[in-house]
């Protein structure tokens, strides 16, 4: 593990029962906390920590106390599935992951068929960042849920944006070669196929996750290409190098991204002038920067955790719906549990949010944002103290982004 991830696991440990209490819930976050996309896994690990700290400062999910466990998956669907072993030897019931949808599709495989196994043991896995569509679509689980609008959702917003801008006339797609990077290429093409015919589509690279140390020669590519606009689900050192590469060779077209608010993706992109990177999320800081005892825990996250600052309300949301859940359910169950989320609608920061039954997809407001300037104003807060920060240019309500699902549950 990285020097945080092992700073943090060590707090956590430290901060248990020399014996936990048999009524703790015990919930395994299988991250990769090292390699190529540690620093992501480190951001997500602390925004569940912080959220597990606070529920037990509180009196814990439902009452009874949280026990974190953090797991290494080095980003590798082999080496989560071992470690998703070693979870269920501990006796847990609750997984958490999110940071690759490739570890998310064998974590859910693995679950579902544990479960069959072992109907007393059962196992849920909440997922609060793999965006590909098909985990609630094609191969969607009763034992997953998702907590993150997918990519098809944000896609729907972005080619939005992208179909009201008059000026956008050639887009270039470049994405990592997972199953997100290539369902992002697949349906970028058919919604602008369908909402702007005029547009070209005049590069589509995809590339190894986590390999390519330079960006420089795809960053060629786009300029050579006359793109205006780039569409992108890369995240991590993936995002952050291909930004830096774009830095460097004063690359003028417009980034539409997935993940640029993510933990580094502001300090990478700094250097933009005003507007031309664009993001769609479910939150950023200055869309509840009136929500005063909100900003106040956020300003202790961001102290504990620099230079991870606090991003994913969907955690938040997440942990929220757990307890309510369990609440409801009367019972740690992981079936009783999941039985109650089902169709929950809760309260978050932005809103009302929405678990479907039918795939177990999320729904909520999303924020296409503009990275501009601190104004003190409609942005009061930047990022990562480049003195910039998210401005909202447009906001997709969750009715307005639902889309059909194709899931078939075998439910228990």
Known sequence: MSKFACRMAMAMLAALPATPAAADIKIAVIEGLSGPFARSGETLLAHVAGEAELMNKNGGLNGEKIELIPFDSKHS???AL??????????VRYVMQGASSGVSFALSD????????NPDKTVLFLNYTSVDPSLT???CSFWHFRFEAHADMKLEAITNVLMTTKDAKKVYLIGQDN??????????????SMKRPDIQIVGDDIHAP?????????????????ADSVVTANFGNDLALLLKAAKDADMKARVYTFYAGSSGGPASIDFAPAGQVIHIADWHRNITADDAPLNAWIDGFNQKNRPNEFMYIRIKNMMGMLNKAMTMAKSQDPKAVALALE????????????????????????????FVEQDGDAVKYDSEGTGKGWKTIDTIRAADSQLPTTCAMERP
């Open 82 to 91: 071992v470690q998703l072993k070693a979870a269920t030897d501990q006796g």
């Open 179 to 192: 199953p997100a990077g290539q369902r992002v290429s697949k349906v970028t093409k058919k919604m602008l």
């Open 77 to 79: 669907p082999q080496e």
């Open 137 to 139: 679509n094609e191969n």
């Open 110 to 117: 693995a679950i579902t068929k544990w479960n069959a196994r």
């Open 210 to 226: 986590g390999k390519v140390k330079d960006f420089a020669p795809y960053v060629s590519k786009i300029i050579a290409s006359g």
């Open 343 to 370: 169709d929950m609608h809760y309260q978050g920061p932005t809103g009302d949010v929405w678990m479907r039954r039918d795939d177990h997809q999320i729904h909520m407001t999303q924020y296409v944002s503009q």
